[in-house]
């Protein structure tokens, strides 16, 4: 059997992490074992769907790298072929005409919740046949009566729920549109659908689309309900919690390789291994290995496996995911030194592609100040004659590399009878602006010898300044 998986999330908002997730081991699931994956987008709640919401959902999966085998499909462009199948079911006298108003419905409801009971509908236009003309109606399925639907779920064994606790279904509303429940049965069925992996708040979903699938006479596929993921507070993930949507750890600065790998390890394991390439997690990746306990949201862990792999990742990978960060801060890479060659000298200073590029910029622009502090301990006017120094060494070099301005600095330090920071400090607030930068020899040969002959003019004249005030 070919396996086929699908993700099927509902366009009223972002894609959350939780969706990310669900989706994540669906896509796993199939190419681990070389089937396929199908993305679905369930907008049969016409108000609340939305084409933005769409887009968010396509973005997401796209900078994650869950690239769909087929769709994406809308089930609002299938809605006549689920009435097909509702009217087969009406022929059939598995289904039937349903003619109670709602607030018939809600006080019968209410009269059940007062006694106790679970509120459900009582089969009521079940065996009539006396439609009242021009009314509307709905159509309901009929759920069997007596027995039980038993699944083998993935995640948390075998399910056995009663069909007289399931009451019948609406499977098209009196509008003439068809219900969640019925569209997700007839395109699981009709996709191929093999393995249906989806959140837990579905579990109560699935014993009524087994028993249409069964009066379908369609193939049952095999379930995975996964818990849900809470915040660190122990309460259900939310806003509160911070950054919930995945395009948003892509605002914040995060990598996709990181957001998977820590969204992989939201209930699966293997072993005590944390880091997982994709590659890996395909190789190893299995739904009977998903733990049914909730987990937690942990965002430190996350920035740590996020400073991971913008240290270990070649430097041209974290770069095309860095460049979305310096457009976003308007700053304009073209005119300066390769992005990937910038990233190398700066991964191991940053948790975040965000922060990456704010402590960048002086790479490719001017600064238009000094930072205050840097400037106050080291463009003193004891730190003039040792500028202009190191300018005329760094000027006279015909080999612009970093042994060679390495040399430079130290032979001026030399020269002068001064300690290394004496040089290096008031020539790092010179060429960056700010007290801080990687070491000066790979810092500098990323600039241009134009460049840090203008800086440390910028210096001299700011002492200068400084001196006669």
């Known amino acids: 059997m ?56 396509l973005d997401g999966m796209s900078w994650l790298g869950l690239e769909h085998d087929e769709g994406p499909f809308y089930q609002t462009e299938r809605f006549d072929k689920y009435n097909q199948y509702i ?6 006298g598995l289904a039937y005409r349903c003619y109670m108003k709602s607030e018939e419905l809600d006080a019968i409801r209410e009269e059940q919740e007062r006694k106790g009971e679970k509120p459900r509908y009582p089969g009521t236009w079940r065996e009539r046949t006396d439609y009242p003309e021009d009314a509307p109606y709905a159509i309901r399925f009929k759920n069997p009566l007596s027995g039980k639907v038993v699944f083998k779920d993935h995640v948390r064994g075998e399910i056995s729920i009663s069909n007289e606790e399931l009451d019948d279904l609406v499977i098209r509303r009196s509008d003439g549109a068809p219900t969640y429940n019925f569209c997700v049965v007839i395109d699981d069925w009709e996709m191929g659908i093999t393995h249906v992996v989806r959140g837990e708040d579905h579990i109560n979903n699935t014993p009524r689309q087994i028993n249409i699938l069964k009066a379908l006479d369609a193939p049952i596929p095999e379930y995975a309900h996964v818990s849900m993921i809470l915040g660190d507070d122990g309460k259900k993930l939310s806003k509160r919690h911070g950054a919930v949507s995945v395009m948003q750890y892509r605002d914040d600065g995060y990598l996709p390789q990181a957001v998977l790998n820590y969204l992989v390890r939201l209930g699966w394991s293997h072993g005590d291994q944390e880091v997982f390439i994709v590659d890996e997690m395909i190789e190893l990746f299995s739904l009977d290995n998903i733990s049914k306990s909730a987990s937690a949201f942990n965002t430190e862990k996350l920035v740590w496996l996020n400073q991971h792999y913008i240290k270990s990742l070649p430097a041209k990978e974290v770069a095309e995911h860095a460049k979305w960060h310096f457009d976003d801060q308007g700053i304009d890479v073209s005119n300066g030194p390769a992005l990937e060659d910038v990233i190398a000298v700066q991964s191991e200073r940053v948790e975040t592609l965000k922060e990456l590029a704010q402590i960048s910029r002086y790479f490719y622009e001017d600064y238009d100040e000094f930072d205050a502090n840097a400037a106050k301990k080291h463009l003193r006017p004891v730190a003039k004659a040792n500028l202009i120094a190191v300018k005329d060494a760094l000027l006279g070099l015909s080999d612009w590399s970093s042994r060679s301005i390495q040399e430079a600095i130290n032979s001026t330090a030399e020269s002068l009878g001064v300690g290394m920071g004496k040089v290096g400090m008031p020539l790092r607030v010179a060429v960056t602006g700010s007290g801080n930068s990687p070491s000066l020899d790979v810092t500098l040969v990323l600039l241009t010898k134009a460049q840090v002959e203008q800086r440390i003019n910028k210096a001299i004249e700011f002492i200068e300044n400084r001196e006669n005030s």
Request: proline share 3%.
């Open 87 to 92: 009217d087969q079911l009406l022929e059939k």
């Open 2 to 57: 070919s396996v086929v998986t699908r993700f099927a999330p509902s366009p009223t908002g972002y894609l959350h992490v939780g969706g990310a997730r669900t989706a994540l081991y669906s896509w796993l699931f199939a190419k681990s074992q070389g089937g396929k994956f199908v993305l679905r987008i369930e907008d049969t709640d016409l108000e609340r769907s939305t084409d933005q919401a769409k887009q968010a959902i």
